[in-house]
């Protein structure tokens, strides 16, 4: 049975600023699009109906559970829908070496609320879980391997870097004194440690936040795949065509931006907006998990 945080079946996700995406990649009737990040569907669903009776989407996904919820919620949109197991970098170079080009490329980064919900999965702190945390089930070192075994400067540098956590040093010590004891197994034992280390329990943040999302990143890969993904999204483009990327954390925007400058100064295309776009208030109210969004949108140059 698959437990879920909220206990209930929420197997849902709402796609943050697809109308902001759908309008800075100028969606229109006919057109490709490959979803990296394919998730429950959503943005792909919105780029099916706004490209329609034609538009098509490739969508791709390292979770193979998120595909088969893919495959669900976008099975009325029939053979304009091809599924593809595998990270962001694996499919582009997949792609590539078919000779594809597309019209549009979304990046939507980080965790799906289908994802935090399922507690087994071990990225929620909310419950006790095995300490896991990996998107593709099927490969890599889980959270509690990288726990256990990574060196304490290694562990104090992944959670200042990916988790901006000012207290990486404490939190580090104390990981690895435990462990000597005995192995971290569970999410519980995690959380339980990192209150023990900083004497803070709950809260409006819990004080484990910062490590969860640290390790999270670490055991996916998760700034890796991006700078991989960026310059071969860019050659799958057609002229004219547009890099979307969503970013929910403050390290990945700063690549994304950083990347895009740079790009934008070999003559390789430009930025839509200087500013990356943010969500609406309304949405911000609706959608919490939208806050921290960021959307910034690459036009490919056209063809010389
Ligand atoms: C934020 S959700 C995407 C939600 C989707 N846009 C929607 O509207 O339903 C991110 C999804 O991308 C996947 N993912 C994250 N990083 C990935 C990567 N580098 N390569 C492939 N899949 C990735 C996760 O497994 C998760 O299902």
Do not use: Y
């Amino acid at each position: 049975m698959i437990r879920m945080a909220t206990g209930e079946a929420s197997m849902s996700h709402v796609p943050v600023m697809a109308g902001e995406v759908l309008r800075n990649i100028g969606a229109a009737p006919g057109q490709r699009m490959v979803d990296l990040t394919v998730g429950a569907g959503g943005h792909a669903g919105a780029f099916l109906r706004a490209t329609a009776p034609t538009g098509t989407v490739v969508g791709c996904d390292r979770d193979r559970e998120a595909l088969e919820l893919a495959e669900a919620n976008l099975i009325a949109f029939g053979p304009r829908v091809t599924l593809r197991h595998g990270d962001s970098a694996s499919c582009l170079r997949a792609l590539l070496a078919e000779g594809v080009a597309v019209d549009a490329v979304l990046l939507d980064l980080g965790v799906s609320s289908m994802q935090l919900d399922e507690i087994d999965r071990g990225f929620t702190l909310r419950e006790d879980a095995p300490l896991d945390m990996r998107m593709d089930a099927s490969e890599g070192r889980t959270a509690a391997d990288v726990v256990n075994e990574l060196p304490e400067a290694e562990l104090a540098r992944v959670l200042r870097e990916l988790g901006d956590e000012p207290r990486a040093d404490r939190i580090a010590r104390a990981l690895v004194e435990r462990r000597a004891r005995r192995p971290f197994r569970t999410t519980g034992d995690l959380r339980d440690l990192v209150e023990q280390a900083l004497h803070r329990r709950g809260g409006r943040i819990h004080p484990a936040t910062r490590t969860f999302q640290a390790l999270r990143m670490l055991v996916n890969r998760e700034l890796e795949l991006l700078v991989e993904s960026l310059p071969l999204a860019l050659r799958l483009l057609r002229p004219g065509g547009h890099l979307a990327v969503i970013a929910f954390h403050s390290g990945e925007d700063r690549i994304v931006k950083q990347w895009m400058r740079e790009a934008a100064g070999r003559g390789e295309g430009e930025s839509v907006s200087k500013r990356p776009i943010t969500p609406e208030r309304e949405e911000q109210r609706s959608n919490r998990r939208s806050r921290s969004a960021r959307l910034r949108v690459f036009r490919k140059a056209d063809a010389s």
